[in-house]
């Protein structure tokens, strides 16, 4: 008898072995199943539900479902996982053709991670030798909480954005009240068509555009409808002149300082398709803004926030489900250390002239004013309130969109302190050597041609480094850098920071020395040592290289934000402790009765510093083009050296030379005082 039950054991055994290699199980078939759900191959995995499943759910209920609410709500990272049936449940499904197996479900989502268990039931179908097993499908299968019906709901929560503000909590990006200008249209009056032109041509909205909001489906008569939004600084007055104009106060971005900080503060816009192309997905959509140019778009990151988001089911007379949730983080605040009153009285000075101008306080690097002039008013290219506004300031030949101040020019004699400081340095500059220089005119001789070095004046005897200073002498500096040797000269040059990146928030084109970083042409050297040639620096490091003289030979590393250590310095021991205060009384003394003198020695604030002429010629026999002026300054009181500023003026020539510039920083030092 127990021969006989191990025999039928085996047999059993036998045809189980059978059964497990022809037929497909409920484990193989649901792992295929899992298989083309984990790669979101919707189409195939609906092949492979039950007959009933496919009847009450065509298609478009289950592909179409699922790849609309997979992109809607961003899933990514999908993992769906099961474990198989033992042997005895395998067995008992096998018998009764029906399998239940658990699995889960995790996913990311713009919402954030959602997870949940749920159960597959498998049936067996189909001819005796053609059976397989299909899965009993339904919308719980999507999300436990669609099972018996319901819709999935996205709600979005925008963020505020971040505001941009000075060292002393004054505003220069804010967000503030607007106006909405709309229409009523049911009071259009009697002639609405004059009534939308008047009111195209004051809010720079065409007549098209107008009709077009007007048209939409969800418009009624007594319906106010949006068109434009405008500050609240225009003068709205003649919009309530016309029928059917109406408005409300809406909240939206403000620029108050408007011109005077346009290029550094910048503005934000609608995001294009490009640029949200190139963003993450669900962080921004269609209709968002974006941060376009300055400091909006420097610190988009920031100041953007990140939007609430929600995922809900919602079902009729049902509270909502809620499925995963992000809470709306704002945007953070940015702390210049700009003070607005510097930016705007620096920038108001330059009246109708171009050009650029840093002021820092020298001591701690902190900058107090970036300026670029002319600019352009934040505000209008946001509301878009002047007809045809970007053509305008494209077309205008001072060229308004131009960032003057992160960009690089010749600084003229504004370099001589730097090179002076270099021959101190290096022991090639004796300050109490006085060169024999004979005329207005030197060359080196061979290999320079006809070409001389130009000076203002006649010397009546030697000239020596104050004497250089003072009256501004060519020829002196570029004797002393061809004495000096090319490579002496371009090694100080890059203790000053030419060549490198500024340490600075805000991206500024590299201060150069020559196209190739080189002086090997002694005309070029010459040239080079009293900023011709060349060379080329930004106002920034120009006014951060007079720095080392107020701080016993280092340079102080500029810095934008509050946030950031203040007096950290940049290039240390460019000159000792003597050397540096040389080169301070030096520049008082060029303050006291050089070119500068007319307007810095009797001025309510007393000012060192040094004029730059940077001569814009196409030759050297060239004396038609134009000059551009520079003046760096600060208070010669160290109680009082909280302020230095360096200015540039394009177009000087007709307008006295660079004490054209002088004066206008003299100005602002009084009226800052």
């Given at each position: 008898?127990?021969?006989?039950?191990?025999?039928?054991?085996?047999?059993?055994?036998?045809?189980?072995?059978?059964?497990?290699?022809?037929?497909?199980?409920?484990?193989?078939?649901?792992?295929?199943?899992?298989?083309?759900?984990?790669?979101?191959?919707?189409?195939?995995?609906?092949?492979?539900?039950?007959?009933?499943?496919?009847?009450?759910?065509?298609?478009?209920?289950?592909?179409?479902?699922?790849?609309?609410?997979?992109?809607?709500?961003?899933?990514?990272?999908?993992?769906?996982?099961?474990?198989?049936?033992?042997?005895?449940?395998?067995?008992?499904?096998?018998?009764?053709?029906?399998?239940?197996?658990?699995?889960?479900?995790?996913?990311?989502?713009?919402?954030?991670?959602?997870?949940?268990?749920?159960?597959?039931?498998?049936?067996?179908?189909?001819?005796?030798?053609?059976?397989?097993?299909?899965?009993?499908?339904?919308?719980?299968?999507?999300?436990?909480?669609?099972?018996?019906?319901?819709?999935?709901?996205?709600?979005?929560?925008?963020?505020?954005?971040?505001?941009?503000?000075?060292?002393?909590?004054?505003?220069?990006?804010?967000?503030?009240?607007?106006?909405?200008?709309?229409?009523?249209?049911?009071?259009?009056?009697?002639?609405?068509?004059?009534?939308?032109?008047?009111?195209?041509?004051?809010?720079?909205?065409?007549?098209?555009?107008?009709?077009?909001?007007?048209?939409?489906?969800?418009?009624?008569?007594?319906?106010?409808?949006?068109?434009?939004?405008?500050?609240?600084?225009?003068?709205?007055?003649?919009?309530?002149?016309?029928?059917?104009?109406?408005?409300?106060?809406?909240?939206?971005?403000?620029?108050?300082?408007?011109?005077?900080?346009?290029?550094?503060?910048?503005?934000?816009?609608?995001?294009?398709?490009?640029?949200?192309?190139?963003?993450?997905?669900?962080?921004?959509?269609?209709?968002?803004?974006?941060?376009?140019?300055?400091?909006?778009?420097?610190?988009?990151?920031?100041?953007?926030?990140?939007?609430?988001?929600?995922?809900?089911?919602?079902?009729?007379?049902?509270?909502?489900?809620?499925?995963?949730?992000?809470?709306?983080?704002?945007?953070?605040?940015?702390?210049?250390?700009?003070?607005?009153?510097?930016?705007?009285?620096?920038?108001?000075?330059?009246?109708?002239?171009?050009?650029?101008?840093?002021?820092?306080?020298?001591?701690?690097?902190?900058?107090?004013?970036?300026?670029?002039?002319?600019?352009?008013?934040?505000?209008?290219?946001?509301?878009?309130?002047?007809?045809?506004?970007?053509?305008?300031?494209?077309?205008?030949?001072?060229?308004?969109?131009?960032?003057?101040?992160?960009?690089?020019?010749?600084?003229?004699?504004a370099l001589k302190p730097i090179t002076s400081a270099i021959g101190?340095?290096?022991?090639?500059?004796?300050?109490?050597?006085?060169?024999?220089?004979?005329?207005?005119?030197?060359?080196?001789?061979?290999?320079?041609?006809?070409?001389?070095?130009?000076?203002?004046?006649?010397?009546?005897?030697?000239?020596?480094?104050?004497?250089?200073?003072?009256?501004?002498?060519?020829?002196?500096?570029?004797?002393?850098?061809?004495?000096?040797?090319?490579?002496?000269?371009?090694?100080?040059?890059?203790?000053?920071?030419?060549?490198?990146?500024?340490?600075?928030?805000?991206?500024?084109?590299?201060?150069?020395?020559?196209?190739?970083?080189?002086?090997?042409?002694?005309?070029?050297?010459?040239?080079?040592?009293?900023?011709?040639?060349?060379?080329?620096?930004?106002?920034?490091?120009?006014?951060?290289?007079?720095?080392?003289?107020?701080?016993?030979?280092?340079?102080?590393?500029?810095?934008?934000?509050?946030?950031?250590?203040?007096?950290?310095?940049?290039?240390?021991?460019?000159?000792?402790?003597?050397?540096?205060?040389?080169?301070?009384?030096?520049?008082?003394?060029?303050?006291?009765?050089?070119?500068?003198?007319?307007?810095?020695?009797?001025?309510?604030?007393?000012?060192?510093?040094?004029?730059?002429?940077?001569?814009?010629?196409?030759?050297?026999?060239?004396?038609?083009?134009?000059?551009?002026?520079?003046?760096?300054?600060f208070p010669t009181k160290e109680s009082e050296q909280d302020l230095?500023?360096?200015?540039?003026?394009?177009?000087?020539?007709?307008?006295?030379?660079?004490?054209?510039?002088?004066?206008?920083?003299?100005?602002?030092?009084?009226?800052?005082?």
């Amino acid at each position: 008898m127990k021969k006989i039950t191990i025999a039928l054991a085996a047999i059993i055994m036998v045809v189980l072995a059978g059964c497990s290699d022809d037929e497909v199980t409920p484990n193989e078939r649901f792992d295929t199943y899992v298989k083309h759900w984990n790669e979101q191959e919707f189409s195939d995995a609906y092949g492979m539900l039950s007959s009933e499943s496919t009847e009450t759910y065509p298609t478009e209920e289950y592909v179409d479902r699922y790849n609309k609410i997979y992109e809607d709500l961003a899933i990514s990272d999908l993992s769906i996982s099961f474990s198989k049936l033992e042997e005895e449940e395998l067995e008992t499904a096998m018998e009764e053709g029906t399998a239940t197996i658990p699995f889960e479900v995790a996913m990311e989502s713009m919402a954030g991670p959602i997870e949940f268990d749920y159960e597959a039931t498998l049936v067996q179908e189909g001819e005796e030798d053609e059976q397989n097993w299909y899965v009993q499908w339904d919308p719980g299968f999507i999300f436990p909480e669609l099972k018996d019906g319901g819709e999935i709901s996205i709600q979005s929560e925008a963020p505020t954005r971040g505001e941009i503000l000075d060292r002393n909590q004054m505003p220069l990006a804010i967000n503030d009240k607007v106006n909405e200008i709309g229409i009523i249209p049911g009071k259009l009056g009697s002639n609405p068509e004059q009534s939308k032109e008047e009111l195209s041509s004051l809010i720079g909205l065409s007549v098209d555009a107008i009709d077009e909001a007007l048209n939409a489906a969800w418009v009624e008569p007594d319906l106010f409808v949006p068109l434009k939004k405008v500050p609240s600084t225009n003068d709205l007055s003649p919009l309530w002149e016309i029928d059917g104009v109406a408005g409300r106060e809406v909240t939206g971005r403000v620029y108050p300082a408007g011109e005077a900080a346009g290029q550094l503060v910048g503005y934000i816009g609608n995001i294009t398709a490009e640029e949200l192309e190139e963003q993450e997905p669900g962080v921004y959509s269609a209709n968002d803004m974006i941060g376009k140019r300055g400091l909006e778009s420097l610190y988009e990151e920031q100041l953007k926030g990140k939007k609430g988001t929600r995922i809900e089911v919602i079902k009729e007379n049902q509270e909502p489900i809620v499925l995963a949730e992000t809470p709306v983080e704002n945007g953070k605040n940015i702390t210049l250390t700009i003070d607005v009153n510097v930016q705007e009285s620096i920038f108001d000075s330059y009246e109708e002239d171009a050009g650029t101008a840093a002021a820092i306080n020298p001591k701690t690097g902190e900058t107090l004013a970036l300026v670029s002039s002319p600019s352009f008013d934040p505000n209008e290219i946001l509301y878009g309130t002047k007809a045809n506004l970007w053509e305008t300031l494209q077309e205008d030949e001072q060229q308004p969109l131009l960032n003057r101040f992160s960009s690089t020019f010749a600084p003229g004699s504004a370099l001589k302190p730097i090179t002076s400081a270099i021959g101190l340095k290096n022991g090639s500059i004796d300050p109490d050597e006085g060169l024999e220089i004979d005329g207005l005119t030197w060359s080196n001789g061979k290999g320079w041609g006809d070409y001389a070095v130009r000076r203002v004046s006649e010397s009546s005897g030697p000239v020596d480094l104050k004497d250089a200073l003072v009256r501004s002498d060519n020829i002196y500096f570029a004797m002393q850098a061809v004495n000096m040797g090319s490579e002496a000269y371009v090694k100080g040059l890059k203790e000053f920071g030419f060549g490198e990146d500024l340490p600075y928030e805000y991206p500024f084109t590299a201060s150069s020395i020559s196209s190739d970083g080189k002086l090997d042409d002694e005309v070029l050297l010459a040239n080079s040592s009293y900023g011709q040639g060349q060379l080329e620096m930004s106002s920034l490091h120009l006014a951060t290289a007079y720095t080392t003289f107020l701080n016993e030979g280092n340079m102080i590393k500029p810095t934008l934000l509050t946030s950031e250590e203040t007096a950290q310095v940049w290039k240390e021991n460019l000159l000792d402790n003597d050397q540096a205060n040389l080169m301070k009384d030096l520049l008082y003394e060029v303050g006291q009765s050089g070119t500068p003198s007319k307007y810095t020695a009797d001025s309510e604030v007393g000012i060192s510093g040094k004029t730059g002429t940077a001569e814009l010629k196409l030759t050297t026999e060239d004396d038609s083009g134009e000059e551009n002026g520079w003046f760096v300054g600060f208070p010669t009181k160290e109680s009082e050296q909280d302020l230095l500023i360096a200015m540039m003026v394009e177009n000087v020539k007709e307008k006295g030379g660079s004490v054209y510039t002088t004066k206008k920083v003299v100005d602002v030092f009084n009226e800052l005082k």
